[in-house]
């Protein structure tokens, strides 16, 4: 069983930025495909960023692409989303995500991952 724990989350004003931290516990994750999802309350989880096993791809929702990047450490079992000129749009709970088996295409939907952390709040002030 993996489990993830995401941090940095808080309050910002627009155009700020916020640094989210995901680390794991329980067992590594090197070879996970990793990544990001946020969630406003009574809507649906929707995808932010991923990164393959390798740590040399990576892919982003169309709303965050050149504002938000996300990297990892598998040798401390930890990914991270840095995220710049933040707008009140990316207000949400984010979640931070693991794939148990190994992948080699994007992916995109909660259903294709099998680990979650709690979630860490992201409020951007206008």
């Known amino acids: 069983q993996v489990q993830l724990v995401e941090s940095g989350g808080g309050l910002v004003q627009a155009g700020g930025s916020l640094r989210l931290s995901c680390a794991a516990s329980?067992?590594?994750?090197?070879?996970?495909?990793m990544g990001w999802f946020r969630q406003d309350p009574g809507k649906e989880r929707t995808f932010v960023a991923g990164?393959?096993?390798?740590?040399?791809?990576?892919y982003y929702a169309d709303s965050v692409k050149g504002r938000f990047t996300i990297s990892r450490d598998n040798a401390k079992n930890a990914v991270w989303l840095q995220m710049n000129s933040l707008k009140p749009e990316d207000t949400a709970v984010y979640y931070c995500?693991?794939?148990?088996?190994?992948?080699?295409?994007?992916?995109?939907?909660?259903?294709?991952?099998?680990?979650w952390g709690q979630g860490t709040q992201v409020t951007v002030s206008s």
């Open positions: 990164i393959m096993w390798s740590g040399g791809s990576t």
């Open positions: 329980g067992r590594t994750f090197s070879g996970h495909t």
């Open positions: 995500a693991a794939r148990r088996t190994f992948s080699t295409v994007p992916l995109v939907r909660p259903i294709e991952y099998d680990y």
